[in-house]
C-alpha cells in the first residue's frame, strides 16, 4: 500500500516555475515506478511525466517536453516535477501516482490504468 501526498502548487506567471513534490508513504515506494499527470476543468486527465523505479529512466508528454524535469529520491520516499516555462495551458490540477504492479527497473508504465495509488492532487494556474 502506498499514500501519496502532493505539494508546491500555486499561482505563478507565464514563463515562472514551480517544483512540485509528492511525499510517498509505505514500505514499497523504491519499487515502483511514478508518474505525474494533470486535469484541467472538462478535461480528461492526462499523462505528464514518469520515472522508472530505478530513476534511470524518464518519459514526458511532447507538450511539457524540455520544460519540465521528473525526478526521484528514494531515500526520502519524493518525486518532484520541476515546471519551467510555464505557460497558461499547463493550468491544472496535477496529481502523482504509484504503479500498481511492480516492474522492472527501467520501465515506464505510460497508461493511466497502471496506476493504482494516486495523491490528491495540487492546482498550479498560470496566469497570461
Known amino acids: 500500500q502506498v499514500q501519496l501526498v502532493e505539494s508546491g502548487g500555486g499561482l505563478v506567471q507565464t514563463g515562472g516555475s514551480l517544483r512540485l513534490s509528492c511525499a510517498a508513504s509505505?514500505?514499497?515506494?523504491?519499487?515502483?515506478?511514478m508518474g505525474w499527470f494533470r486535469q484541467a476543468p472538462g478535461q480528461e486527465r492526462e499523462f505528464v511525466a514518469c520515472?522508472?523505479?530505478?530513476?534511470?529512466?524518464?518519459r514526458y508528454a511532447d507538450s511539457v517536453s524540455g520544460r519540465f524535469a521528473i525526478s526521484r529520491d528514494n531515500a526520502k520516499n519524493t518525486i518532484y516535477l520541476q515546471m519551467n516555462s510555464l505557460k497558461p495551458e499547463d493550468t491544472a490540477v496535477y496529481f502523482c501516482?504509484?504503479?500498481?504492479?511492480?516492474?522492472?527497473?527501467?520501465?515506464?508504465?505510460?497508461?493511466?490504468?497502471?496506476?493504482?495509488?494516486w495523491g490528491q492532487g495540487t492546482q498550479v494556474t498560470v496566469s497570461s
Open positions: 509505505g514500505r514499497s515506494f523504491d519499487s515502483k515506478a
Open positions: 501516482a504509484a504503479e500498481t504492479a511492480t516492474s522492472g527497473e527501467f520501465y515506464l508504465p505510460l497508461q493511466a490504468r497502471q496506476y493504482g495509488y
Open positions: 520515472i522508472s523505479r530505478s530513476g534511470g529512466s524518464t
